[in-house]
């Protein structure tokens, strides 16, 4: 049996034109908001399940379950919302950017991969909170406010869920390892 791991999460990954808009909008903001990291913009994604350090003894079993929840779920719409922060306000230890759409598809989903995967890591016990982090750890010297960002008109059809591994040192640092098509049988 192997011990060597992979850092892992499950998300879904946005449509191009988004991912554009959303870099436009990150970059134009970097001069005048002051966060510890920003997200590279090919790291964009919207997080289902974060793993962790998972054992590659265990990728098998996790396959099969997301090969299963993919087979068993319809592609759907989604569209990106206004921007929004997690943590103190005047200091947000993430800037995000909001998911609309069919949030009950979405959800639903969620809830599949978190359910199937209940036998091999910890159930979420937070409520699911769709967004893509933007930029993390404010460190302004004057408090924090959202900034004006318009909701996108961008809709896209969510027809793919993939397994990321995270390389902690690299720039991008995500890598889509494997890919699982919705509503498509074997």
Not at 84 to 98: D, K, T
Not at 141 to 146: A, D, L
Not at 151 to 166: A, G, P
Request: proline residues 5%; glycine residues 6%; aromatic residues 10%.
């Amino acid at each position: 049996m192997s011990t060597e791991s992979l850092r892992l999460f499950i998300a879904i990954p946005i449509d191009e034109r988004w991912r554009e808009q959303l870099t436009e909008q990150s970059i134009a903001l970097q001069s005048t908001l002051t966060f510890q990291k920003w997200t590279h913009p090919e790291d964009y994604h919207i997080t289902l399940k974060f793993l962790g350090d998972t054992s590659v003894s265990q990728l098998k079993q996790i396959e099969e379950i997301l090969v299963n929840v993919s087979e068993n779920t319809c592609p759907f719409e989604l569209t990106g919302k206004e921007w929004g922060i997690f943590g103190n306000p005047a200091a947000p230890s993430v800037l995000w950017a909001g998911v609309g759409g069919d949030l009950i598809s979405l959800t639903s989903l969620y809830k599949k991969i978190d359910d199937g995967l209940e036998g091999l890591f910890v159930k979420e016990t937070r409520n699911f909170s769709p967004h893509l982090t933007i930029a993390r750890r404010y460190k302004g010297k004057v408090p924090f406010t959202i900034p004006d960002t318009p909701d996108s008109i961008i809709n896209w059809s969510v027809n793919e869920i993939k397994l990321y591994q995270s390389h902690l040192q690299k720039k991008p640092m995500y890598e889509a390892i494997a890919t699982y098509i919705l509503g498509k049988k074997g």
